[in-house]
Every structure is written in structure tokens, then in C-alpha cells.
């Protein structure tokens, strides 16, 4: 098994090298370019093979092989089989290949006379990833050191048991797959002057790759916001911008293609922007897998290693240096009329602004997570610059600017006119502005009886993307009105593309400023089983019912617990996934994932406030408190003021340097609960013969709990280091509910997330308007392809090359 | 004619870069040593060090774990975390071959306050995803 699939991707490494061969020598023979596809299907059906083979062993568990053994295990769920094919480095590179070969034989079959063209430059970008799959193989036995095999794999890591990750990977490498056409097409078009087929063909490419990394984001952004439980689903971490930069130049690439496409302008831009999404996936690719950010980054996959390492940054810069050399190398000759962008309300002024912001917000997010390398480099030469890393804020600030230029651009570009037919029509503008505003006096009404901390200069900024947004999304549904007249012919329906791809901007953008400006936290909520607890200020009644099973035996076990709205019509069990899981064969450990309770309006999401400590059998609590310091249990703050020793028997410890007989301390605290503070002085008894400190006699709190002091640590507990532990001088205390059998009681963080909804709507929008494009310049090539290619023109006057293209134009007839 | 919207155009593009540079240099959390650390109070620096063994205690109460960390030359510099326990952080934290911290350092409680924690494992399982890597926080 690990033989044969060892030898199908050596098989398709040299038949991609054959394949690549027989393209680059078919101008001559026709011939040669079928024997290149036949080739190329070679090189399909041998990944397929390398895939097939992964999965039959996985399926079959082949520990025998170190990747079955490290990703999977019997006892899984079959569906998770999925996600334990590329949870590893090489089962990554072996998705990223099947993707590629099926990309690539679908280039072949469709991309008609540019066929022998472009496939041999997207057979190099495959054939990078193949040599990568042939030195990090998927496919090595395992080392057990003369052990006999084992029995049962490590498994996946429990975060990774989701549907998401089920079809997370497959969409995102889709993604990646996809975007490397328009690069291989800039390439070709670069090299053979092949300046009028290029775009049409690699455009519908540029807009699937669009959609489907969209779709990707959005997939990885509900699966953190699922499992993950900060309760967010972007935090600009390197594996979200690495697709994200590459996602920018892709919107810029659509967007320039408009210009290069009707206007004839922007041709070098529109090739820089062809280029760039794939140099930048390999970039992003380079950075989290080859541990430049080592010391930095969350998920940072493990380090590649030697040879796989070089070969990615050689593969990387060779990219970068193909592409912008090749531009650089043909700048003169890329055909492109004299752009004129000097009347900012004209619509080429708006292209050319969009490409513009697109590439800023790019830059932001690409330096930023580059901000490691850089620190790093920078270092080199001035020692006293420190190796760094950007704060997430950075992301956030930077990116605003940009972003409300995107959502003034969002709503005014679509409706102004092309430069020669004048003015816009600004009356429906007007009423579009008039809604915004209408919409955004309802935000600030909203922000106020939601209770929101935001005031002054943050409301002032979330108001003004906020208005400029609802501007947008009401300029753009006016505009889907106009371009959807009835009796149309059926191509033009496919021309709201542009419009549902604006309007689900806007969406997104309005829901980001909603979810920051709404939220409404929780953040130390205890629940005690049976015992009812308000919470979000009366919003919600919350009561903890307890296990659906035992936490400990079953890993399908849950949180059990009742949520009543403050006006009853909302009375639900919400439950909350909670178990004991063995971490990749290793230890046992508490997994807890945020229970969500979706509403039209948002979710209603809970999660655990912390790991197994604060899941209690009984309503025992023992908080060890600093001296002088604070500690909170449900409605009660504890405050560890001093602790007293009873005078006679410290003097004698003086005296004599021996402990006393009996040696009473008081353990002084300041019990505030709601609003009161008392202060009490449990008094525990350390006794000489009997080490073990028995607990001071309970005393009764206000709300009926009882708090006992149960003993301190009076020295330091690292006595050659006093600051060691910071522990020092700690008191532990004791509270209890003071009546009922043993219950459970977890303690949690309950949060709003409002309009949730219209960030997963928007990015689904901006996804759909993307493929709805794609089908109209899908349909437009074909048109256009009804009419044969005009072949490269050739300006050379080399013989050599003019008998060659007399032969191609003569085929072509 | 005047370009107008060439002027407009690259005053905005300016703005921008100028405006995410700043942004850039004061948004850095430079990784620094001990002695640094101490001295740039109120500001956020990351430092790393291996765990000092039998420092690391938890207070479930007050969310905080308190811990020492030791740099290559054995100098000590005590750690406190505030903030939800994840459930692994104890095995995790005592098997790190190097905790990374992102916080600053408070001179009355002589303590690094750390807001996010970067731990590493000896990587038990070779070409394990997540690299025997995990990190704590917010992020």
C-alpha cells in the first residue's frame, strides 16, 4: 500500500514533467499537445490514485503508516476520516495537488488554442507542489522502534472533529487551486504576447476562486466561532490573512478586469493582479509551514524541514521574480490605452480607486503578519530593533480608513456613468442617502436601549461605517432593480453578478458594525444545578440541569441547562458539549465548546468560563485568595484583608522558637454581596500535634452561604526565590450553599452576538454574486470562442518566428 | 482640465500609508529580555523563557495562574496570567519546553502580567498538526 502510493506520485511527477515536455514542443505538432493532456489525465488519475490510497488506508487502519497512525484511530467517527486526510503537513500537499489536477484537466479540455500555452505554466506551479508531496510523503512507514504495530492510531485532536473541517480544507485548497489560473494565464499571455484571449479566458478562473475563498473564510470563521469559544470568527491570525491577501488582489484583479476588459486600460495592473493572488497564497504558505513564525503564531503548522523548506521559498521566489520579471520585461509592450482618471465621479475613477483600496487593505493585512519576517531582517542590521510581532489591533485600526472608503466607493461606484456619457443620476442617490441616514438614527437608538459601553469618538466611527454601509446596500438594491427588466434575453439575468456581490459587502460590513457596537457580555455567570440565575441584566433566566451523561465515560456528554426569556415566550434547553477526550492518544482532558442558540436577530452565546476546576460535584467552592487580594464566587467578593495571630502563642513562638500547643489565626475578610459589605473573621486553629488544618466553624453570609477560613500559607513557598510564586501568603476559604443534597455548579461567560446572521448572509452574497458573474463571462467566452482565437500577434521580425505563427494561423483554419 | 481625481486618488492612498506605518511601529510587540521587560512598564512586550519547575499554581478563583520563567542566562522573571483556564493548560504548561508571554511588567507586584500565552511542547507526535503548540488568550 505505502508502495504503490509512494510510486503514484513519483508516476505523476514524471508524467507532469512529460506532460509539460510535450506542451512546450506542440507548437510544431498538434499531436504533441494531445499527447501533453493525455499526459496531464496521466498525472490526474495518478494523485487520484496517491488520494485513493491515503483514504483505503485510513479507512482500513493501516498503522503500519506513520500518517494513518498519527491522524486517525478506530475508534473515531467514520466522517471524520475526512478531516484526518489533510489534518497533517502532507495530506495538506496532497488535497492542494488532487485539487490541482482537477483544476488543471479542466484548464486542458476548456481553455481551446491557449491549451498548449497555458498549461505548461500551470504545470510547473503543480509540479512544485508534487515535489513537495514527493519529499514530505504521506506514505512512510512507521518507525516503532522493533515494537510490534500498534493497534489503535493517536487520532485527530478533538477541536478537529467537526463538520466543518469536513469540508473546510477541501473548499479552501479549492480556492488555492483555482486562483494559480489567472496567474498561469498572465504568465502565458506574457511570454507569447498573447494580450487579447488571456483575460477572457482567466477571468471566470479569477471569479470562481473569488467565490470559493470566500465561501472557504466563511466556513474556517463559523468553525472557530463553533468550537473555539472566544466567540469571535476573525482575529487577523496569519492562517486567516494568508488566504485573505490573496482574496484582496483577487477583488482587485476582478475589478481591474473590468477596466482592461471595456476600456482597454489597466493593462499592467490587471496582470500585477493576476499574478499577485497566487504569489501571495505561496507567500502565506511559506510563512505559517516553515516556522518563520515559530515564536509567534496560534496555529503555525510544524515546521516543513530542510528540503521541503527550500523548496517552498525557491518555488515562492521563483514566482515572484516570473511574474514581475516577466512584466517588467514586456511593460512596454502590454497593450493599454492612456487611462483617464482625472474626473473623480467618473466610473473609471472608481475602478481604478476600488484596485486601489483592495491593494491597501492587502499591504495592511500582508505586512502585518509579515511583521515577524521583518522585525527579523530588520534585526540583522540594527541589532537593537527586536524581533516583533503586531498587536491584533493594528489590523482592526489600519483596515478601518480603508474600509469606509470601500463602502463610500461600495455604494457610489455602481452608479456613476463612464466618463464620456456624463453625470450620474444623482436623484436615486439621494433617496439611497436618505435611507442610510433613516437606518443609522434607528443604530443610535438601538446602541442605546441595548445599553452598549460604546460612547463619543467609538460610537462616532461605527455610526459613520455604519451609515456609509446601509448606503451601500440601498444603492445597490436599486440598482438590482434597474438592470432586472422584465422581457429581457436570458444572458442578461446573469448580469446582477456585480450588484449581489456589492449588496452582500454591504451586509457584511453592517453586520460587523452591529456585532461590535450590540455585543453584550456576561462574563462571570455561576450556575448551580436547579438554582435558577438571572443573567445579561435580567435579560435571560439561566438554570443548570445537569448532564445529558457522565462527562467522564461518554464524549458525546453535554450541558444540560434552561434559558427563559425575561417575557417567558422563550423557554428552551440549550445544550453545551462537554467531555472528557484523549488529546491525540495522549492524556485525558476536558473539551467544552460554546453552546449557541441562534435567533434571527443573533445568538444567544454561552461558554465555559473555564476548564474542569470550575465543574464542581458539590456547591463547595475553596478560593485561595492573596493577602490584600480579591476573589469572586457567584454574587459574593471576597477581599483577603490580613490575618491575625492570637498574641499569646506568637509571642511564644518567639520566645522559644517552637510552635505552641494550639495556635489560633483569624482569617479577616471584607464579604461584599450586592452592594454590602461586611467584614468577618473566621478563626482557624493550627494544632502541634496534628498538622492537618481542620476548617474554622462556618459562618453565615447574607443570601445563605457559609464561608469557613481553611488554612494559609504563611511563608514563601520558594524560599531562596520570594518572588517565585506570587502565591505566598495566601488564605483558602471555604463557601457553600448551606442547604440541599450535593449538586453540580459550572461557571460560564454569556454573551449576545447580535446580527450574527448578516455576516455569514453577506459573505454567502458576496459568494453567489461572485459565481453569477462567473456564469455570464463564462457564457461571453463561449461567444466569443464561436469565433476563433486570434492567435498571438507577433511584432518580431525573427524568420524563425514568423514561419511558426504562419503554421499556427494555417491550423487554425 | 485639471486631475482632480488624480490629486484626490493619491492624497488617499498617502493618508492611508502613512496613517498604517505609524500604526505599524506602535502596534509591535517586541519580543524583549528580563531586564527590558522590567524597564518598559505600561507597555506590552512578549518575553520567553523555559517554565522554572514546581512555580506553576493556579487560582481558580481569581482566573490567574502564577508561574516563573527562567531565560538562557537563569535569570527569573515570575508570570501571572489572567484569564480563562483552558482545559489542557496545566499538562501543557508543565511539559513546555517554552512558554512565550505577551503582556507587560507591573513594578508593585514585581510580576509580568501576561495577556496571552504561547506554549510549546516537545512535539511528541512528528508532523502533528498543531505542533505540540498551543496558545492562550484571547486569540
Known amino acids: 500500500m505505502l508502495l504503490f502510493g509512494k510510486l503514484a506520485v513519483w508516476v505523476g511527477l514524471i508524467a507532469l514533467l512529460a506532460s509539460t515536455v510535450c506542451y512546450l514542443m506542440a507548437g510544431r505538432k498538434s499531436a504533441l499537445a494531445r499527447a501533453g493532456r493525455g499526459l496531464f489525465f496521466v498525472v490526474l488519475a495518478s494523485i487520484l490514485a496517491a488520494a485513493g490510497t491515503l483514504g483505503t488506508m485510513l479507512v482500513t487502519h493501516r498503522f503500519d503508516s506513520e500518517y494513518v497512525f498519527e491522524h486517525s484511530a478506530r475508534a473515531m467517527d467514520p466522517l471524520y476520516w475526512f478531516p484526518s486526510m489533510w489534518a497533517g503537513q502532507e495530506g495538506s500537499f496532497l488535497l492542494w495537488a488532487f485539487w490541482m489536477s482537477i483544476v488543471g484537466a479542466a484548464l486542458s479540455v476548456t481553455s481551446g488554442p491557449s491549451e498548449r500555452r497555458v498549461m505548461p505554466v500551470f504545470n510547473v506551479t503543480l509540479l512544485f507542489i508534487v515535489s513537495l508531496l514527493a519529499i514530505r510523503s504521506p506514505f512512510l512507514p512507521l518507525d ?360 452582500g459587502a454591504a451586509v457584511l460590513l453592517i453586520g460587523i458594525v452591529c456585532l461590535a457596537t450590540f455585543v453584550h457580555k456576561d462574563p462571570n455567570v455561576l450556575l448551580i444545578q436547579g438554582k435558577a440565575q438571572s443573567v445579561l441584566d435580567g435579560r435571560y433566566t439561566m438554570t443548570y440541569l445537569g448532564q445529558t451523561s457522565d462527562f467522564t465515560k461518554d464524549k458525546n456528554n453535554a450541558l444540560k441547562f434552561q434559558v427563559v426569556s425575561k417575557d417567558k415566550k422563550e423557554n428552551f434547553v440549550a445544550l453545551m458539549p462537554f467531555a472528557m477526550r484523549a488529546i491525540q492518544g495522549g492524556e485525558k482532558k476536558l473539551f467544552g465548546h460554546p453552546a449557541i442558540v441562534h435567533h434571527t436577530a443573533g445568538d444567544l452565546y454561552v461558554s465555559l468560563k473555564d476548564g474542569p476546576d470550575l465543574f464542581y460535584k458539590t456547591p463547595l467552592f475553596q478560593p485561595k485568595v492573596k493577602l490584600g487580594g480579591v476573589s469572586r464566587v457567584g454574587d459574593y467578593t471576597i477581599k483577603f484583608v490580613k490575618f491575625e495571630r492570637d498574641p499569646a502563642a506568637a509571642a511564644f513562638v518567639q520566645q522559644t522558637g517552637q510552635m505552641p500547643e494550639v495556635f489560633p489565626v483569624n482569617g479577616v475578610v471584607e464579604v461584599t454581596y450586592k452592594g454590602k459589605t461586611t467584614t468577618y473573621s473566621p478563626q482557624n486553629i493550627r494544632y502541634r500535634d496534628n498538622p492537618a488544618m481542620p476548617d474554622s466553624p462556618e459562618l453565615k453570609l447574607p443570601g445563605g452561604w457559609l464561608l469557613s477560613f481553611q488554612g494559609m500559607n504563611a511563608g514563601s513557598a520558594d524560599a531562596a526565590n520570594p518572588n517565585a510564586g506570587s502565591m505566598e501568603e495566601a488564605g483558602s476559604f471555604g463557601l457553600r450553599a448551606d442547604s440541599g443534597p450535593p449538586t453540580e455548579a459550572f461557571q460560564l461567560e454569556v454573551s449576545t452576538r447580535p446580527m450574527i446572521n448578516l455576516v455569514w448572509i453577506g459573505t454567502m452574497l458576496l459568494v453567489i454574486g461572485g459565481l ?33 505563427t504562419k503554421r499556427q494561423a494555417a491550423r487554425v483554419r | 482640465m485639471r486631475p482632480t481625481g488624480l490629486i484626490i486618488g493619491v492624497a488617499i492612498i498617502i493618508a492611508c500609508l502613512v496613517f498604517s506605518a505609524k500604526l505599524f511601529k506602535t502596534s509591535l510587540i517586541n519580543y524583549v529580555p528580563f531586564a527590558e521587560a522590567r524597564e518598559a512598564t505600561g507597555q506590552t512586550v512578549q518575553i520567553m523563557g523555559a517554565p522554572a519547575a514546581g512555580t506553576m499554581a493556579y487560582d481558580s478563583n481569581e482566573h490567574a495562574l502564577h508561574f516563573a520563567l527562567l531565560d538562557e542566562s537563569g535569570q527569573r522573571m515570575p508570570v501571572v496570567f489572567k484569564g480563562p483556564k483552558p482545559d489542557d493548560l496545566d499538562t501543557a504548561m508543565t511539559k513546555a519546553t517554552k512558554i512565550t508571554a505577551q503582556g507587560s511588567y507591573s513594578p508593585s507586584t514585581a510580576t509580568f502580567v501576561a495577556e496571552n500565552l504561547l506554549v510549546k511542547c516537545p512535539s511528541k507526535y512528528k508532523g502533528s498538526n498543531d505542533n505540540g503548540e498551543r496558545s492562550y488568550g484571547k486569540a
Request: proline content about 6%.
Open chain 1, 144 to 503: 516503532t522502534h522493533g515494537l510490534p504495530v500498534p493497534t489503535e492510531g493517536l487520532g485527530l485532536n478533538p477541536n478537529l472533529e467537526n463538520p466543518w473541517m469536513v469540508i473546510h480544507p477541501p473548499t479552501l485548497f479549492l480556492g488555492f487551486a483555482t486562483l494559480t489560473v489567472p496567474f498561469a494565464f498572465a504568465v502565458q499571455a506574457m511570454i507569447w504576447r498573447d494580450w487579447d484571449n488571456w483575460l477572457k479566458r482567466a477571468l471566470p478562473w479569477g471569479l470562481l476562486a473569488f467565490s470559493v475563498m470566500g465561501l472557504a473564510m466563511m466556513m474556517g470563521g463559523y468553525w472557530a466561532y463553533e468550537m473555539l469559544g472566544w466567540g469571535g470568527f476573525w482575529a487577523w491570525d496569519p492562517v486567516e490573512n494568508g488566504p485573505f491577501v490573496p482574496w484582496m488582489f483577487l477583488l482587485g484583479f476582478v475589478h481591474a478586469a473590468q477596466i482592461n476588459r471595456i476600456r482597454g486600460g489597466l493593462g499592467k495592473t490587471t496582470l500585477l493582479m493576476a499574478i499577485l493572488p497566487y504569489v501571495t497564497a505561496l507567500y502565506e504558505t511559506y510563512l505559517t509551514r516553515s516556522g518563520e513564525l515559530d515564536k509567534f503564531s496560534v496555529h503555525s503548522f510544524s515546521t516543513l524541514g530542510g528540503a521541503a523548506n527550500s523548496i517552498l521559498l525557491y518555488g515562492l521566489l521563483a514566482a515572484l521574480a516570473v511574474g514581475v520579471g516577466l512584466l517588467v520585461w514586456r511593460a512596454r509592450r502590454v497593450p493599454s490605452s492612456p487611462g483617464k482618471w482625472d474626473q473623480p465621479n467618473s466610473r473609471e475613477f472608481a475602478f481604478l480607486m476600488s484596485i486601489v483600496l483592495f491593494t491597501l487593505c492587502a499591504i495592511i493585512s500582508g505586512v502585518g503578519m509579515s511583521a515577524p519576517l521583518i522585525t527579523r531582517i530588520a534585526n540583522l542590521h540594527d541589532p537593537s530593533i527586536h524581533l516583533a510581532s503586531v498587536h491584533e489591533d493594528f489590523y482592526n485600526k489600519a483596515n478601518f480608513p480603508v474600509a469606509l472608503l470601500i463602502a463610500i466607493g461600495l455604494g457610489l461606484g455602481p452608479h456613476l456613468a463612464w466618463r464620456e456619457r456624463g453625470k450620474a443620476n444623482s436623484d436615486l442617490l439621494m433617496w439611497a442617502y436618505g435611507g442610510a441616514v433613516v437606518l443609522a438614527v434607528g443604530f443610535m437608538l438601538l446602541s442605546r436601549t441595548l445599553g452598549t459601553p460604546l460612547f463619543g469618538f467609538h460610537l462616532a466611527v461605527q455610526v459613520l461605517l455604519f451609515t456609509t454601509s446601509a448606503f451601500a446596500l440601498i444603492a445597490n438594491a436599486i440598482l438590482l432593480r434597474q438592470i432586472r427588466p422584465a422581457g429581457q434575453k436570458r444572458i442578461q439575468v446573469w448580469t446582477v453578478g456585480g450588484a449581489v456581490s456589492h449588496i
Open chain 1, 772 to 804: 453569477v458573474s462567473m456564469r455570464r463571462r463564462i457564457a461571453e467566452a463561449r461567444v466569443a470562442a464561436a469565433e476563433p482565437d486570434t492567435e498571438p500577434v507577433t511584432a518580431e521580425k525573427t524568420p524563425a518566428r514568423r514561419t511558426r
